[in-house]
């Protein structure tokens, strides 16, 4: 089992900046993927971006790219969101995920999840 706790989300303005931090615990984290989704009211879940164990990057969507950046610290075992210029569209529930597969932008390839953090910019 593996555990995630997400943190740093909040109300910001257009055009600031948030950074999302998302722990992770429990059995050995080697070789595992670690990615970001998002989903907004009345929409469905979407990926954001991915990280793998050897720091190859998936993503992020063409709705953040220049904007958000994914990265990890191996150390703390954390995956962090970097997410600049923000708009009021990137409103959302966002979610930190594991697999143990592989790297993909498909939900359905990640087996731990997350309990979700509040992200709301306003504009």
């Known amino acids: 089992q593996v555990q995630l706790v997400e943190s740093g989300g909040g109300l910001v303005q257009a055009g600031g900046s948030l950074r999302l931090s998302c722990a992770a615990s429990?059995?050995?984290?080697?070789?595992?993927?670690m990615g970001w989704f998002r989903q907004a009211p009345g929409k469905e879940r979407e990926f954001v971006a991915a990280?793998?164990?050897?720091?190859?990057?998936?993503g992020p969507v063409d709705s953040v790219k220049g904007r958000f950046v994914i990265f990890r610290d191996h150390a703390t075992n954390t995956v962090y969101l970097q997410m600049n210029s923000l708009k009021a569209e990137d409103t959302a529930v966002y979610f930190c995920?594991?697999?143990?597969?592989?790297?993909?932008?498909?939900?359905?390839?990640?087996?731990?999840w997350g309990q979700g953090t509040q992200v709301t910019v306003s504009s």
């Open positions: 995920a594991a697999s143990t597969r592989r790297s993909s932008r498909n939900s359905y390839d990640y087996d731990y």
């Open positions: 990280v793998s164990w050897s720091y190859a990057i998936t």
């Open positions: 429990g059995r050995t984290l080697g070789g595992i993927t």
